[in-house]
Structure formats: C-alpha cells, structure tokens
C-alpha cells in the first residue's frame, strides 16, 4: 500500500521560510517525479514544484521562483520543499504527490497523493 505523508507546514510571518516534508513508504520517489501541489481556499490546485527522477532538473512556477526549492533524500525514501520569503499568496494546503498518471510533472495527474499540510503566511 502506498502512502505519502507530508508534514512541515504551520503559521508564519510573511518573509519567512518552512520546511516542508514528503515521506513514501510503498513507493519509490526516485522512480517517477514527485510534484507539489497547493491549493488555497476558492482557488484551483496548482502545481508549484516538481522534482524528475535521477536528475537534478527541478520545475516550478513561477510564482515561486527564486523562493522555493525542492530536494529529494533518496535514502529516506522523502522530499522536502524548501519555502523562502513566504508570501500571504503562499497560503493554502500543500500536496505531494507521485505516480504521474496523464500529463506534464508540473501539473498533471498523479495517482498518488498525500493527505495535505496546511500553510498559514500573515502579513
């Protein structure tokens, strides 16, 4: 059984940084791509970053550029997403997820999906 669990989110200020967690077990993270997804309150989910397996080719978008960085600890079987200079427009739950099913890494669909961590950024 596969199970992603993401974890790190919490409140901060805006300008400051989280760490934000996806452990795997069931499934391996270095096979496939492993993108993150938000999504805020009223708003579509949108992918934010993604990581390709074997490479240290990252994606994100651009609303995140320069701010957010993803690495991967394949010996822990879990990615992290570093967020930096957070924004009140960061705010949402936070997704990972794997097993791309359709689509591009950065905003297809995956058939695996954590349960969420949920961002808080205040002005």
């Known amino acids: 059984q596969v199970q992603l669990v993401e974890s790190g989110g919490g409140s901060v200020q805006a300008g400051g940084s989280l760490r934000l967690s996806c452990v795997a077990s069931?499934?391996?993270?270095?096979?496939?791509?492993v993108t993150w997804f938000r999504q805020a309150p009223g708003k579509e989910r949108e992918g934010v970053a993604t990581i390709y397996p074997g490479s240290p080719v990252r994606e994100y978008a651009e609303s995140v550029k320069g701010r957010f960085t993803l690495s991967r600890d394949n010996a822990k079987n879990t990615g992290y997403l570093q967020m930096n200079t957070l924004q009140v427009e960061d705010n949402g739950t936070y997704y990972c997820?794997?097993?791309?099913?359709?689509?591009?890494?950065?905003?297809?669909?995956?058939?695996?999906w954590g349960q969420g961590t949920h961002v808080d950024v205040s002005s």
């Open positions: 997820a794997a097993g791309l099913t359709s689509g591009v890494c950065l905003g297809g669909s995956f058939r695996y």
């Open positions: 069931g499934y391996t993270l270095n096979s496939n791509c």
